[in-house]
């Protein structure tokens, strides 16, 4: 698997346009995620749809065809200097085959946050643009909203990327070991969820596995894994690390669970990286070359995250 193009680091001035790919986004929440950009002297464009809600389906932030709308016009703007997800939720799935991914190319890199139900704009943005995504906390997040320890890692990656280099883990080491690759991954249920479509990659191939999950019984997580596994996606993979199971089952019952169906990998895997739907979230880089140290509990990238 060969790293991805890195975009261009954030400076104070940029304009960020602000979209909403899946679920609807509280207007209150959209606000406080705006002031703290604002402080950190970045423009925000609210995109027009962002505080849609579908006339039928109301887990959705408006229609399809405006969801994808908002994130094309946004991408393609030259004024643009990234695209932030308000939110997370459902819908991207609905949404990706109405992008134009010729102009979106055209338009060249730029940075991209999201993570949960964004995992699928992660896995087209690699496999469609070969760009270098950011896994964190979304503009109405309330992880972002409220919590210092997931504004300042994602402001520090958006500006000074050198600067956090190294992600530590609170956890140990389930399966010990020392592995190299390109980071990948996301929420587990839209990773299983992808295969098959245009847009997923054949397999994780190469990769250090990024997983996280969030409110899902131990037998729907066993149900994911599994489905990789016999797809034969998780096939080549260097390492594995683990973020948070909000709301899931006691996490012994996790643990357990990743031994079962990942340990026969012969791979790295390690825990409680902090990433995901936890509080003080990190970022992330996907589709950058990193190493993983088991034992140790780091995670080194080879380069900044943002050029």
């Given at each position: ?134 896994h964190g906390p979304m503009a109405a997040g309330i992880d972002f909203i ?63 596995l990024c997983l996280e999950d969030v409110n899902e019984e131990t037998y ?57 739907h936890c509080e003080g979230a990190l970022t992330v880089p996907f589709g ?20």
């Open positions: 698997m060969k790293a991805l193009v890195r975009p261009r680091r954030l400076a104070p001035g940029a304009r960020v346009a602000v979209v909403a790919p899946s679920g609807p986004v509280p207007e209150e929440r959209l606000q406080a995620g705006l002031d703290i950009l604002r402080g950190w002297d970045l423009e925000p464009v609210v995109a027009p749809h962002v505080l849609d809600r579908h006339g039928t389906f109301d887990y959705l932030a408006g229609t399809d065809a405006d969801r994808a709308a908002d994130l094309q016009s946004a991408w393609c703007d030259p004024t643009v200097d990234a695209v932030l997800c308000a939110r997370g939720g459902y819908g991207v799935q609905r949404m990706t085959g109405l992008l134009d991914w010729d102009a979106l190319r055209a338009a060249g890199p730029k940075v991209f946050l999201g993570f949960s139900d964004i995992t699928a704009l992660h896995e087209a943005f690699a496999t469609r643009l070969g760009l270098v995504t950011l409220k919590n210092a320890r997931a504004q300042e890692h994602l402001r520090a990656t958006l500006f000074e990327p050198e600067s956090v280099r190294t992600l530590t883990s609170s956890g140990q080491a389930l399966v010990p070991g020392r592995a190299r690759g390109v980071l990948l991954g996301g929420c587990l249920s839209l990773l299983a969820a992808e295969l098959g479509t245009p847009h997923a990659r054949p397999s994780a191939r190469g990769g250090l729907r997580l066993d149900r994911y894994l599994t489905q990789l596994l016999r797809a034969g996606w998780l096939d080549g993979v260097t390492g594995i690390l683990l973020g948070s199971w909000e709301r899931c089952d006691p996490y012994d019952r996790i643990r357990a669970l990743v031994l079962d169906r990942l340990g026969g990998l012969g791979v790295p895997i390690a825990e409680e990286f902090g990433f995901g950058v070359p990193a190493e993983l140290d088991a034992e140790a509990g780091t995670l080194t990238l080879d380069v900044p995250a943002l050029a």
